[in-house]
């Protein structure tokens, strides 16, 4: 024992362990237990980002479901726009809903640890048995479960961990890539295990994410393939697969009647359908013309003015549809015009701060949403993460300390919004102002026509639309600026055209919504770090390219207790706000949902529910 001792006393060192660890394993060191399977620390069924999980080791089913809930029917969901591809995993083409997704679950593709929809952010054993992770966050290791099974019955292995690490590392979407660079080591300390070692624990949700990493079969996926995207079938450990498809339309998923997971405490109550669909409309009003009779299940809602006068149809009338309200405990987000500040007529932090104070919000509430929105203003607005209302804290300061003097005072002292008239005179008091804001950055009229006074260049852009909403609302905004000689010109294309756009960085101006959570991390790396600035993806539009958010992003995923974490994502929160890189637009405060009665969900037979309001994973049929 005392042998032993001094071997474990050793191998709590990554850097020794990763040196001395191949050694030991030639000797034959391992039958003496010098380096045993649970690892450094206690292994366990669940990870918190921060404390403890909620749900104890011997958990029978999350709060937030029924366990008894009846199995059988089918649910259909609509998109809107249309899909080119089955890989939700790499960059190129757009895939449907529904394979691997956050909302509507992981139904064909499973990860190592699934995440519960009741706490901010903890993970729970799917694919992986037990999970160790040390406290520094060095490295981190899953058992793989022996009983774990792809839908052809193949078994899960650690072979196959690695396979799709190799895949995502060389094809998957920038957010992989990026997490997987930071990956120095991979070793097999036991059997059916697996452990990812770090360069080191600064990013304390490196591990977890990992953890929520795809798990795909070596044995049947053809790596070409894999990399052209298309139409190419490829099968996972989920408890669904791949039916039918109608490309660019419709995708339907089957349950697979030998689920190896079925019976798990994550899995108790959920994936209750026989079938998924997922079909896609050219537009909105297709769409609901579609909900109306009965074509698809669910309409999450987003026009107040469809919401207040549109749901008296026949359906609704009978009982068969309802109109529910959900809570959300989620931070509201970002909803805004995006300034590609990549482009010459956005690189001015001044040009777009000025350019933020002229949409007329008061006036499209009014008049286009029957009052029922307020005005966003915060990225992590309506929780405690939000640095509205609340003055910059010590222990913000002294994050922020090499940026303060950049960082406007009211956003330090907690009292800014956005500006919104309240009426005409009040919006032109505003035009007049801005008029001399811009004249402060060298722009002036000439002839009717917001000009740079150095080289005589309009000051000009386009919009970038897909739909009929974002196309309104462009044309609200656009007539305000054409009577300060500004010309926003306005461009609605496809969803294959608008998303390409989107993804190449290819446009100027776009509507954009950043959703939050309780536990903000890398995804913020993807959506605002310099280094993501000139990656074509789906995630820095805005440009940003300033030291003070790389190093609030740099905070907030090295801070280890909550209050470190709060201030880092308020400090956060303010450099985003004062980097202006968004014309903030507007937020309601529940969620509304329209759902055909067929369609039931947990309520009174649920001891809790989820943070976003409703899980889709939790709903079961209750009809013909």
Not at 317 to 328: A, I, M, R
């Amino acid at each position: 024992m005392v042998f032993r001792d001094i071997c474990q006393s050793l191998l709590t060192r990554s850097s020794v362990r990763r040196n001395l660890l191949p050694v030991f394993v030639g000797c034959g060191l391992m039958a003496l237990s010098c380096y045993p399977n649970e690892g450094l620390a206690e292994p366990a069924h669940g990870i918190a980002m921060h404390g403890q999980p909620k749900y104890s080791k011997d958990f029978k089913y999350l709060d937030y479901v029924n366990p008894d809930a009846p199995k059988g029917g089918q649910i259909t969901y609509a998109g809107q726009g249309s899909f080119d591809s089955l890989n939700p995993f790499i960059l190129k083409g757009v895939a449907p809903r529904g394979l691997w997704d956050v909302e509507y679950g992981h139904n064909v593709y499973e990860p190592l640890l699934e995440r519960s929809s009741d706490e901010a952010f903890s993970l729970y054993g799917l694919i992986a048995e037990w999970v160790d992770l040390p406290e520094d966050r060095s490295s981190i290791t899953f058992k793989i479960r022996d009983e774990a099974r792809f839908s052809d019955g193949e078994p899960v292995t650690v072979e196959d961990v690695k396979f799709t690490v190799e895949l995502l590392r060389d094809y998957g979407k920038p957010a992989f890539q990026t997490q997987i660079k930071r990956i120095s080591a991979i070793e097999e300390p036991g059997p059916g295990q697996i452990r990812f070692v770090f360069e080191n624990g600064e990013d304390r949700e490196l591990p977890l994410l990992v953890g929520m990493f795809p798990v795909l079969p070596k044995h049947a996926i053809d790596r070409e393939k894999f990399s052209k995207s298309g139409m190419y079938q490829f099968i996972g450990s989920g408890p669904y697969l791949i039916d039918e498809v109608d490309a660019g339309s419709k995708v339907v998923l089957k349950r697979n009647p030998d689920y190896w997971a079925k019976d798990l405490p994550i899995k108790i109550g959920q994936d209750n359908f026989d079938k998924i669909s997922v079909e896609y409309y050219r537009d909105g009003t297709a769409m609901f013309e579609a909900f109306k009779k009965g074509k698809f299940d669910i309409q999450p809602e987003s026009d107040p003015a469809r919401w207040s006068d549109q749901y008296d149809f026949n359906a609704v009338k009978d009982g068969q549809v309802e109109k529910k309200l959900f809570q959300s405990s989620l931070p509201t987000g970002m909803s805004a015009f995006v300034f590609n500040s990549r482009k010459p007529a956005f690189e001015n932090r001044i040009v777009r701060r000025t350019l933020a104070t002229l949409f007329d919000f008061e006036w499209v509430n009014k008049n286009l949403y029957y009052g029922l929105f307020t005005r966003s203003a915060s990225y992590f607005q309506n929780s405690s993460l939000s640095s509205l209302g609340v003055p910059v804290s010590e222990k913000e300061k002294a994050l922020l300390a090499p940026y303060l003097g950049d960082i406007d005072p009211e956003i330090l002292d907690g009292s800014y919004m956005p500006v919104s008239a309240a009426n005409n005179a009040e919006m032109r008091k505003v035009m007049r102002k801005a008029i001399k804001d811009l004249a402060s950055e060298g722009f002036v009229l000439k002839d009717g026509v917001m000009v740079n006074e150095k080289n005589g260049e309009p000051l000009a852009f386009e919009f970038l639309s897909t739909t009929k909403e974002e196309e309104r609302l462009a044309l609200v905004y656009a007539r305000i600026l054409e009577r300060l000689g500004i010309k926003m010109s306005i461009r609605t294309v496809d969803s294959a055209q608008y998303w390409e756009r989107r993804k190449t960085m290819d446009f100027d101006m776009m509507k954009m919504s950043w959703s939050a959570s309780l536990s903000p991390g890398n995804e913020q790396f993807a959506r605002w770090h310099s280094s993501q600035r000139d990656i074509d993806g789906w995630f820095n539009q805005a440009g940003a390219n300033d030291p003070a958010v790389d190093a609030m992003i740099n905070a907030l995923l090295a801070a280890r207790s909550e209050e470190d974490f709060t201030a880092a994502v308020r400090a956060f929160d303010r450099v985003l706000i004062n980097g202006y890189y968004v014309v903030p637009l507007f937020q309601k405060g529940e969620q509304w949902v329209g759902m055909w009665k067929r369609i039931r969900f947990p309520q009174e037979e649920a001891k809790g529910r989820p943070l976003g309001g409703y899980s889709p994973t939790t709903f079961w049929f209750d009809g013909e």
